[in-house]
Nanobody, 122 residues
Framework: QVKLVESGGGSVQAGGSLRLSCAVS????????MGWFRQAPGKEREGVMT???????SYRDSVKGRFTISRDNAKNTLDLQMNTLKPEDTAMYYC????????????????WGQGTQVTVSS
């Protein structure tokens, strides 16, 4: 059974930092795309950053220069370092693997985590 477990969410003030982590278990794919998505109340889910097996990344413009995605293929983990957080970054953040398209505008993925809440206050 494939399982994705996110951690690291929380509440911070604007300008602060958080690091999200995702631990993947039970997946035996040899090459797959991983990504972080988020969904704010009343809004559609949106891609934040993606990373393929070889380290190529994509990101949405609003997080450029502030967020960094990384993965450890040996440990099957995915991280998202979020710096200079803004109130508009407030959302539930989801880890996903085996995206339909390895790009931040991907509309879906095969496996999802349960999410971790990030709240940024002004």
């Amino acid at each position: 059974q494939v399982k994705l477990v996110e951690s690291g969410g929380g509440s911070v003030q604007a300008g602060g930092s958080l690091r999200l982590s995702c631990a993947v278990s039970g997946y035996n794919g040899s090459s797959y795309c991983m990504g972080w998505f988020r969904q704010a109340p009343g809004k559609e889910r949106e891609g934040v950053m993606t990373i393929d097996t070889y380290g190529a990344t994509s990101y949405r413009d609003s997080v450029k220069g502030r967020f960094t995605i990384s993965r450890d293929n040996a440990k099957n983990t995915l991280d998202l370092q979020m710096n200079t957080l803004k109130p508009e970054d407030t959302a539930m953040y989801y880890c996903a693997i085996d995206l339909w398209v390895c790009f931040v505008r991907s509309r879906g993925a095969k496996y999802w985590g349960q999410g971790t809440q990030v709240t940024v206050s002004s």
